[in-house]
């Protein structure tokens, strides 16, 4: 039998990784891994364990035995748990997203989820999303995605997101937290953010999601990933 069919998104934060391969995921009826909310998972179920910020192998361990399930209600409206306790919004914060980052350097953690994201590769195909499913994660994926976009753009999403959310940001603030991030994700020296050598780049600035996702469709359909 031949492989699951895999495309791959990357890209720095607020470049709309997430909401572009949730709809391509659902356009096609093919599964969805967020990357990033496994990182966000670890880091706070660190935190709840008490472990400290930098303890890396306590965190590796921690990437092996936790227990995460996704799932999403009628709506469309994604639904994480971690040890059975819904933790959708709260992993959601730039809090959250900066304590991901942290523990997302850590060599001997991003080997002990690189198991764990390899089996959402499931038929009839999967959309992941992340900062280095094209580079590590599925080199061979049939479709890489390089999603990018102008960093004022990216903070303004990243803003409205949050804002729609609920959530009291201001946009100054995250402006810089999402500087910070990006830095620390290109620089790192295990799977720094980065695009695969075979990657198709997409600057979104501009363009609406509507836009982009038919892009990607039609980028998938000439290379066959579906009929
Ligand atoms: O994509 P999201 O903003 O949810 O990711 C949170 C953090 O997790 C990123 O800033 C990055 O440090 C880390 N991450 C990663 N590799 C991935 C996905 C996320 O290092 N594949």
Redesign the pocket.
């Given at each position: 039998m031949s492989a699951v069919p895999v495309l791959t998104i990357?890209g720095p934060?607020?470049s709309g990784?997430?909401t572009l391969a949730r709809r391509v995921a659902q356009q096609l009826g093919w599964q969805l891994l967020?990357?990033?909310?496994?990182?966000?998972l670890l880091a706070l179920a660190g935190a709840r364990q008490g472990l400290a910020p930098l303890d890396e192998s306590g965190h590796a361990a921690l990437a092996g035995r936790m227990n995460i399930r996704f799932s999403s209600d009628s709506a469309g409206e994604e639904n994480i748990f971690l040890e059975n306790e819904e933790v959708s919004r709260e992993?959601?914060t730039e809090t959250?997203?900066?304590g991901?980052?942290?523990?997302?350097?850590m060599p001997s953690v991003?080997s002990a989820l690189t198991e764990r994201?390899r089996q959402f590769a499931q038929w009839p195909g999967l959309v992941?999303?992340?900062?280095?499913?094209g580079t590590?994660?599925f080199p061979a994926a049939r479709l890489k995605i390089f999603l990018t976009a102008s960093a004022e753009e990216r903070a303004r999403r990243r803003y409205k997101q949050l804002k729609d959310k609920g959530f009291d940001v201001s946009l100054a603030a995250l402006s810089q937290e999402l500087a910070e991030?990006?830095r620390?994700?290109a620089n790192?020296a295990v799977?720094p953010?980065k695009p695969a050598d075979d990657a198709e780049l997409l600057d979104s600035t501009g363009m609406s999601i509507e836009q982009v996702e038919q892009a990607v469709l039609t980028l998938a359909k000439t290379r066959q990933l579906f009929r």
């Amino acid at each position: 039998m031949s492989a699951v069919p895999v495309l791959t998104i990357d890209g720095p934060s607020g470049s709309g990784k997430g909401t572009l391969a949730r709809r391509v995921a659902q356009q096609l009826g093919w599964q969805l891994l967020d990357s990033g909310a496994l990182y966000r998972l670890l880091a706070l179920a660190g935190a709840r364990q008490g472990l400290a910020p930098l303890d890396e192998s306590g965190h590796a361990a921690l990437a092996g035995r936790m227990n995460i399930r996704f799932s999403s209600d009628s709506a469309g409206e994604e639904n994480i748990f971690l040890e059975n306790e819904e933790v959708s919004r709260e992993i959601r914060t730039e809090t959250a997203g900066e304590g991901a980052s942290r523990v997302a350097a850590m060599p001997s953690v991003r080997s002990a989820l690189t198991e764990r994201q390899r089996q959402f590769a499931q038929w009839p195909g999967l959309v992941a999303d992340g900062r280095d499913m094209g580079t590590v994660i599925f080199p061979a994926a049939r479709l890489k995605i390089f999603l990018t976009a102008s960093a004022e753009e990216r903070a303004r999403r990243r803003y409205k997101q949050l804002k729609d959310k609920g959530f009291d940001v201001s946009l100054a603030a995250l402006s810089q937290e999402l500087a910070e991030r990006d830095r620390r994700d290109a620089n790192r020296a295990v799977s720094p953010l980065k695009p695969a050598d075979d990657a198709e780049l997409l600057d979104s600035t501009g363009m609406s999601i509507e836009q982009v996702e038919q892009a990607v469709l039609t980028l998938a359909k000439t290379r066959q990933l579906f009929r």
